[in-house]
């Protein structure tokens, strides 16, 4: 068995704070198990959740210094015995515990996915974590039907533009909600029927309004905060809320007891709880997503930066200065 290579460019930050914290390094390749693979990174996506890793408000067990970077997509150029990988599978890797923004990723191998080898690495990346979550609120949890409304907050952002499209393409009336004219109209291209504006002081109503008064069936919020209330106010009957996530990480609270005469319910999920339930989901997911990629029905919007601009990167991210997927590419 060829060896794996002994060292690899990483960006890393040695203590919490700003963007300036990382840094690009040279380091020894951590050393591998029996059951993981070296994947030689081609492209490592780039999510709002790593800026929270590297100000130290996500996680609380990390030991420092740390690579942040839950994603990567590339080729497996050492696979341990025990990985159930051979070298040259293209993969996406999900790590659970960071690591993705390097040269080369040690990965779980039950947790590297195989996907087509044709299709560029910047795509697969594009449409793997953020594509599957969006799928997962749509579809599993959102349970969305043809003729249903969805509500989209944050719809453009890198989850939100995939599930708008997906909520799209299953034959829903989508609205969003984005905090610029010239990102509500980047939404109603991605195929909202109507972009709003979050900060409506009545964004109740008006989502009342668009629904002449019934209300949407199905929520999918990446915000959270402020526009939580005004978006439950505007669930319909048998509504369906599910928290994505809270990119203004404020509280959002609500009285429970008024889910019951609408029938309403409200659901959250993290991918890794999904993924240890049934290690095989991720991987029907993604090729889901490629698929409707490959249909034309899902387009993905993407921007790459070399990995040496990962401080930038998470500049442009909390500034919410990007659309689409991120990636640094090595």
Known sequence: MTAPPQSRRAVQFSHFGPPDVLELVTEPLPTPGPADVVV???????????????????????????????????????????????????????LTEGGGYTDHAVV??????????????????????????????????????????VLVTGATGGVGGLAVQLAADLGARVIGTASTPAKRERARELGCAEAVDPADPDLRGTLRDLTDGRGVDVVVDMVGGPVFAAA?????????YVVVGSSTQQPAVFDARRLMPRGQTVSGFILRRIIDADPDEPGRAITHVLDRVAAGAVRLRTETFPLADAAHVHTLLEERRTVGKICLVP
């Open 232 to 240: 439950l106010d505007a669930l319909g009957h048998n509504g369906r």
């Open 108 to 149: 779980a191998g039950r947790r590297a996915y195989p996907v087509p080898a044709d299709v560029a690495p910047v795509t697969v990346a594009a449409g793997f974590l953020q594509g599957i979550t969006a799928w997962y609120a749509v579809d599993r949890h959102g349970r969305t039907r043809p003729g249903e409304t």
């Open 40 to 94: 030689a990174v081609a492209a490592a996506g780039v999510n709002f959740a790593d800026t929270m890793v590297r100000r130290g408000e996500y996680r609380r067990d990390q030991q420092l210094p740390d690579v942040p970077g839950v994603e990567a997509v590339g080729t497996v150029v050492w696979a341990g015995p025990g990985s159930g990988h051979v070298v040259g599978t293209t993969v996406a890797a999900f």
